[in-house]
Structure formats: C-alpha cells, structure tokens
C-alpha cells in the first residue's frame, strides 16, 4: 500500500496530520510546498499522482534561478489530504515541529498529454521529471533529476530540483516570502 510508510511512521492519536487513504486519480493535478520547522528547518514538496502526494525534502527551498540545483530528499507518500495540513505536530512525534502550506496551486507534466497523472508516474519511475507549476509563488516549469547517489539501504532517494529557463527564471530569493498561502501565518522563526 502507497501510504503504509506514512501509516506507520506515525501515531494519529497523537499528532493532528490526518491519517488520510489514497483517492481517485485525478485530471487535475495538485502541488504544495509546506515550510517545516522540524529538528531541520525544510521545505517539502508534495505532486499529486496515483492518488497520492509524492514527496521530497527540499532543505533550502526551491530556487527561481536555473543555475541553481536543489538538494531534494525522497520521503515517504502522504495522503492527499496533507495539502492542507498546517499546525504543530507535538514532540515526540514523527517530524515534531511547525508547519506551513507556503505554496500551493496546480501542475501539470511536460509535455502536456491526455493522461497527465499517468504521465507523471512514468516520468517519476524514469526519474526525470519535468513539472510545470501554477502556485501562488511559484510559476513556471521546474525539472526534477533522480540522482545515481545510494543512501545505506541502496535506494535512489536523492534528487536534484531545478527551474527550467522560462519566463518565470529569475534571481528573486522566493523563499523570502514567508508567509502561509492559506492563512498568512509565519512560522515562529520567520515573524518578526
Ligand atoms: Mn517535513
């Protein structure tokens, strides 16, 4: 089962994150970008596919500039219900720490098909995945290359998140805008 990582990782009488099933498969694909104040500050990037959000750990956030290759960690599927998710999980549980919903909107592989769900799974299975965006902050098509580095367990979990050179490149540090896209709340460390 897609979710039975995320299952067992936590206890959800004990942490608000909802326990969450796999839905539908969707025409209309979402992303979102949650900013977490776990043991490590890290942003984690989440794309709708298989009825499920696939996710990453991105530790300094995403980059505008295409020069620029992010740091990002496979993690564990979550359920689709997590793209709304804000609030603290309480410590000593899994992730322990304030979350944030700092981005969110919709996406789409590229090229463009019929079947973008299917699609999205097979460029993620190939590990190179070409995304564009829709966000509120983040626009424009970004790449996302599996690397060849093995983690202890021989698993490919490292990947590299860069924007592609379109109209939406720039050199504006994104991650200055703090602020939550559902409710304008700033973590603790961002307000000021
Ligand atoms: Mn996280």
Known sequence: MALSIYKKKRDFKRTPEPSGRTRKRS?????VVQKHDASHLHYDLRLEMGGVLKSWAVPKGPSL????KRLAMEVEDHPYEYKDFEGEIPEGNYGAGDVIVWDTGVYAPSPTTDDPDKEARRQWHKG??????????????????????EDKNGERRQW????????YASKEDITKRTASVLSRR?????RV
């Open 128 to 149: 190179h995945l070409s995304v564009v965006l829709l966000g509120k902050k983040l626009k424009g098509e970004f790449g996302l290359i599996r690397t060849n580095r």
């Open 160 to 167: 590299l998140l860069i924007k592609a050179d379109d109209p």
């Open 27 to 31: 025409r209309q694909l979402l992303f």
């Open 186 to 190: 700033k973590l603790p460390r961002d």
């Open 65 to 68: 500039d295409p020069s620029v």
